[in-house]
């Protein structure tokens, strides 16, 4: 059977599916051994409940079940699981009451089944608006204090609020110092660039990357006990590189570059980067088996593995980035993770349906589908919704 996708000028194309998924997707063990030469985290999306009478603006109606299942398939690679971050639409559809209730079932479900999980500590319990310097710091405090008493590990996410309410470099120095001199046990300390959120824009105080740069390693030196490691999400693997060649010993490097994660996570002769990244979303089961093969020293078989999952992650994080969840959200549901394409927030009509068709077709290119078939029938049917004549 074929498909007729439409591309971004407007005209159909016909397109072959294949019949059978990559290998690395079938032969999932059940109790797999555990990656040992990088820590990878997926940062996993929500599942939304397509029955909820909601509206964009009313809290998000969350689909439990397989919102945990999810979690669940991502353990079974071996992979850890960066819960609550941007990818689950922290500040796009899933508000702090949202996520704190996330937050504990996730940890939860982890202790039942031994997985891994880090989860997110922001601020976005604050209303839209000014807040105070003390305000953002009690928030801060409110959020630490669940997730430590969940067991997780904590990831220091960028806030809104603060990006707001400072006024110079020394207000971070200041603030994060506090939070992390009163952490029980090392966090990841999270900067997100402003193309994952426009509000976060001259984070560390300064517009200048090469200030913000600094600012940011003077909270590092400072309290290099309390940092496990830093996971940066600016989409420059020149940047990140340069970074992590400068961290203190012991302090880690998790790339968050969804454009550039195979090299940075394959490294050079003076270092690499661990991986926590929204993309190891729909590429969980090829992201566990490149690893498992640079685990046995092979960096050549882990890129094969990995580069061919670029295009893919590029077209899905293109400009406006923020929306890159809409993509990741579909392809769960054409992988059969989730019976509906329907999102918190309304946010499935973020991106085009060339947009999407495009992201079918280097899935499945890949391979990436349990079964091809019904991922098949999934991409057919919204094209009827469409009007696509088949």
């Known amino acids: 059977m074929t498909l007729r996708l439409?591309?971004?000028?407007?005209?159909?194309?016909t397109y072959t599916p294949r019949t059978e998924p990559a290998h690395f997707v079938a032969a999932v063990s059940p109790h797999p051994a555990p990656l040992t030469s990088r820590t990878v985290f997926s940062a996993a999306h929500v599942v939304a409940d397509p029955y909820a009478d909601t509206s964009p603006d009313a809290p998000a109606a969350v689909d439990w079940d397989a919102t945990l299942a999810f979690r669940r398939h991502l353990w079974s690679y071996g992979l850890g699981v960066a819960e609550a971050m941007d990818t689950a639409q922290r500040g796009m559809g899933l508000d702090w009451a949202g996520a704190a209730e996330l937050?504990?079932?996730?940890?939860?479900?982890?202790?039942?089944?031994?997985?891994?999980i880090a989860c997110g500590v922001g601020t976005d319990q604050l209303r839209p608006g000014v807040h105070t310097l003390g305000e953002v710091r009690v928030a801060y405090e409110e959020q630490l204090a669940l997730v430590e008493a969940t067991g997780s590990q904590a990831i220091l996410m960028a806030s809104r609020a603060l990006a707001a309410a400072a006024t110079s470099p020394d207000d971070y120095l200041d603030l994060y110092g506090h939070l992390l001199r009163q952490a029980a046990e090392p966090l990841v300390l999270h900067w997100l660039g402003p193309m994952f959120d426009p509000a976060l824009d001259g984070y560390w105080g300064s517009g200048d990357l090469d200030t913000a740069t600094e600012t940011f390693l003077q909270v590092i030196a400072a309290h290099p006990d309390k940092i496990d490691g830093i996971k940066v999400s600016l989409l420059d693997a020149r940047r990140e590189v340069e970074l992590r060649r400068r961290l203190p010993r012991g302090v880690r490097c998790y790339t968050g570059d969804d454009f550039n994660y195979p090299e940075?996570?394959?490294?050079?002769?003076?270092?690499?980067?661990?991986?926590l990244l929204g993309i190891f979303d729909p590429l969980g089961p090829v992201a566990a088996e490149a690893v498992r093969v640079l685990d046995t020293g092979d960096t050549n078989g882990f890129r094969e593995l990995l580069d061919p999952t670029v295009e893919l992650s590029r077209h899905l994080f293109q400009p406006p980035t923020r929306f890159y969840k809409t993509g990741v959200v579909f392809l769960a549901w054409l992988a059969g993770?989730?019976?509906?394409f329907t999102m918190v927030g309304g946010l499935q009509a973020a991106?085009?349906?060339?947009?999407?068709?495009?992201?079918?077709?280097?899935?499945?290119?890949?391979g990436?589908?349990?079964?091809?078939?019904v991922a098949e029938a999934r991409m057919g049917s919204l094209l009827d919704v469409y009007g696509v004549s088949r």
Do not use: M, N, W
């Open 6 to 13: 439409p591309s971004a000028g407007g005209e159909l194309r």
């Open 264 to 275: 940075l996570i394959a490294g050079d002769e003076q270092g690499f980067s661990h991986a």
């Open 351 to 366: 991106r085009s349906l060339p947009h999407l068709a495009r992201a079918y077709e280097l899935a499945d290119e890949l």
């Open 337 to 340: 993770h989730q019976d509906h």
């Open 103 to 116: 937050i504990r079932r996730s940890a939860a479900e982890a202790k039942a089944v031994g997985g891994r």
């Open 368 to 373: 990436l589908f349990p079964d091809p078939t």
